[in-house]
Nanobody, 121 residues
Framework: QVQLVESGGGLVQAGGSVRLSCTAS????????MAWYRRPPGKQRESVAT??????STYADSVKGRFTISRDNAKTVYLEMNDLKPEDTAVYYC????????????????WGRGTQVTVSS
């Protein structure tokens, strides 16, 4: 069974930094796009950043220049968050498009359980 497990959340003061990580485990062939989403209190989940298998990344306008998404191997993605603001407070979720086996021509979509990031003013 494939699982995505996030870590690294917590309480931080405005202007501070936090690094999130997410690792995929279980049986699968490969991972295509990995991404971070977040759900602020009382709001819908929104995309924060994505990164392709080749390393191409995209960012939400609200985090450009402050957040950096990266991958160090086929199974782990990071989100470095700097200059944090109270409006960055949210549950952060890892997302991955995973190819089940070498013969599959599709990717299954997986979500982590989320990790809370709280930014105090």
């Amino acid at each position: 069974q494939v699982q995505l497990v996030e870590s690294g959340g917590g309480l931080v003061q405005a202007g501070g930094s936090v690094r999130l990580s997410c690792t995929a485990s279980g049986n699968f062939f490969s991972i295509n796009i990995m991404a971070w989403y977040r759900r602020p209190p009382g709001k819908q989940r929104e995309s924060v950043a994505t990164i392709s298998r080749g390393g191409s990344s995209t960012y939400a306008d609200s985090v450009k220049g402050r957040f950096t998404i990266s991958r160090d191997n086929a199974k782990t993605v990071y989100l470095e968050m700097n200059d944090l603001k109270p409006e960055d407070t949210a549950v952060y979720y890892c997302n991955a498009a995973i190819q089940p086996d070498i013969n599959s021509y599709y990717y299954d979509n997986y979500w982590g359980r989320g990790t809370q990031v709280t930014v105090s003013s």
